[in-house]
């Protein structure tokens, strides 16, 4: 079974939020946030990516290591969600006769 079991949900927050003042005055001390996870790894029994999810949390406000990656553009008037890129088709690609096409299929196209 996985490191956490049922009766120890959420110890990981609680251990950070325990060392959460010398967290803090590290990461705003300008240490790296590899250093200042290795140094406790063991006392948070958390992995680096959550440590991180509890940085951007708690300490900076704001998401570190996110996967999904920003798409809106901010402007004077707002914010515009930009569209991600279309995906190139080329024009020579055409649908195989029989694909919504209302010509009948000869027999011998058949087999």
């Known amino acids: 079974m996985n490191q956490t079991t049922k009766g120890q949900y ?11 003042a010398e967290i803090q005055q ?6 790296p946030l590899t250093q200042v996870y290795e140094k406790r790894k063991d006392k948070l029994g958390i992995a680096y990516t959550q440590f991180t999810r509890y940085v951007g949390k708690y300490i900076t ?8 990656t920003d798409t809106s553009a901010k402007t004077d ?3 515009n969600t930009v569209a991600p890129p ?5 024009q ?10 209302p010509t009948p299929l000869a027999d011998s196209e058949l087999f």
């Open 92 to 101: 020579s690609v055409t649908p195989k006769k029989g694909l919504n096409d």
């Open 61 to 68: 406000g704001e998401a570190v290591n996110k996967l999904n």
């Open 10 to 20: 959420g110890l990981g927050r609680i251990t950070f939020k325990a060392h959460f």
């Open 86 to 90: 279309k995906k190139y088709i080329p």
């Open 77 to 79: 008037q707002g914010t």
């Open 26 to 31: 590290e990461i705003e001390a300008g240490y």
